[in-house]
């Protein structure tokens, strides 16, 4: 690999509806990994398709608010859950906000599912780096295509698949042959979980 390349990161980052800060801090972590080894390297701007880049992260109560559950009795214990938890999320978001404004190196721009298909974040190799990246999500959101590198951007580049989960649920054997498939791209995969490495070892 030559080291002189610019990589780019996917993980779930910043787009955790729990302000999961485990997130931001294998990211970090892994970015300081490679600075520390002179590799040129960014963190992408990614949304998970899965999230919404509209989700109001830092006050879910004016979430649920502006866009009520239809089940009316959940909708209500929902708002009381948030308003009595309001100011604790607040300062754990602007917390959250300022650790990586003040620590991580990130993409300018916010990229989708959809907006890689159409725009190069301009790096010469990419690394999924290390979560429940190839988790089967159901209710039509499946895989997430970002997270295998599918997109046309990505056609050519260097693809590094870096302590990836499943999420613990085994496929089934529609989900494995489209593991199987999209895996295919990839130049190196490691595996967090036994069950995950076997099937990308033997079976794929």
Not at 35 to 58: A, E, F, Q, T
Not at 64 to 88: I, M, R, V
Not at 93 to 111: A, G, M, P, W
Not at 154 to 169: L, N, Q, T
Request: proline share 3%; charged share 30%; glycine share 4%.
């Amino acid at each position: 690999m030559n080291i002189k390349s610019r990589i780019g990161i996917l993980s779930l980052n910043f787009y955790t509806t729990d302000l999961n800060y485990a997130c931001r801090l294998h990211s970090l972590a892994f970015q300081r990994f490679l600075d520390d080894n002179g590799i040129d390297n960014v963190i992408l701007d990614y949304v998970p398709n899965h999230n919404s880049p509209n989700y109001n992260l830092r006050s879910p109560l004016d979430q649920y608010l502006d866009h009520p559950k239809s089940d009316p009795d959940e909708q209500e214990e929902t708002l009381k859950k948030w308003a009595e938890l309001y100011d604790e999320r607040v300062r754990r978001y602007e917390l959250t906000e300022s650790f990586v404004k003040n620590t991580t190196r990130i993409t300018d721009k916010q990229y989708t599912s959809d907006s890689l298909e159409r725009e190069d974040p301009g790096c010469d190799i990419y690394i999924c780096a290390t979560d429940v990246l190839w988790k089967y999500r159901p209710n039509k959101k499946a895989f997430d295509r970002g997270f295998f590198l599918r997109q046309k951007c990505f056609e050519g580049k260097g693809k590094i698949a870096y302590a990836v989960s499943y999420g613990g649920k085994d496929y089934n054997e529609d989900q494995k042959k489209t593991v199987r498939e999209w895996s295919a791209g990839f130049d190196y995969v490691s595996a967090r979980e036994e069950y995950l490495y076997n099937l990308v070892k033997d079976e794929f």
